[in-house]
């Protein structure tokens, strides 16, 4: 009984350690995807109002995750309605050509100060660079909250060219800030 015994726990240890990260669908109503450029010295806030969020994420095996998000570029926000038209511009974003963006890691991993770190690439404006999204994790049972901040280049993807390049006015520096509420999916 007891050689039987060990087959079954071995067996389910592997089964455990095998076992893919748990799904989490991003609850819309409850997220926020922030960014703030400086215009003139003083910030200029933003936010894109609709974006989504796919993560296979277990804390205890960041390794095993993996997480996508899709931003609807052209729901990009700032709050003025003149400068939303301009933002929209082949200088800009080019809505026309270019209506989402796309990050897709390669990794995920804990870091030194208790939170993870997702690598990947992003795809912005046909442009795609390797960046890095670190992040708190945050969890309640089936409910989770993924945090974080991170600065992009507007010039690493064309987002501002020709007159518009130059930094004094508008900084190349952009502030994105996060705060996606999470469910866990179960079968």
Not at 54 to 63: G, K, V
Not at 76 to 105: K, R, T, V
Not at 152 to 170: K, M, Q, Y
């Amino acid at each position: 009984m007891t050689g039987a015994r060990g087959i079954v726990v071995l067996f389910l240890c592997l089964a455990a350690a095998g076992a893919a990260a748990a799904d989490w669908r991003m609850l819309a109503d409850d997220s926020r995807l922030e960014f703030v450029v400086a215009y003139s010295g003083q910030p200029a806030p933003g936010v894109f109002r609709r974006f989504a969020t796919e993560l296979q994420f277990d804390p205890a095996r960041p390794a095993d995750g993996r997480l996508r998000v899709t931003v609807a570029t052209l729901s990009a926000d700032l709050d003025s309605a003149d400068i939303n038209e301009a933002i929209a511009a082949p200088e800009w974003f080019d809505f026309a050509h270019f209506a989402a963006a796309h990050f897709d890691s390669e990794t995920i991993a804990a870091d030194d100060d208790g939170g993870f770190v997702a690598t990947g690439r992003l795809r912005l404006k046909g442009i795609e660079r390797a960046i890095v999204v670190p992040f708190a994790w945050t969890q309640a049972g089936d409910r989770a909250v993924m945090r974080g901040e991170l600065v992009l280049r507007r010039s690493w993807f064309g987002i501002g060219t020709g007159e518009w390049a130059a930094t004094d006015i508008i900084g190349d520096d952009v502030r994105v800030r996060f705060d996606v509420a999470l469910e866990g999916v179960t079968e």
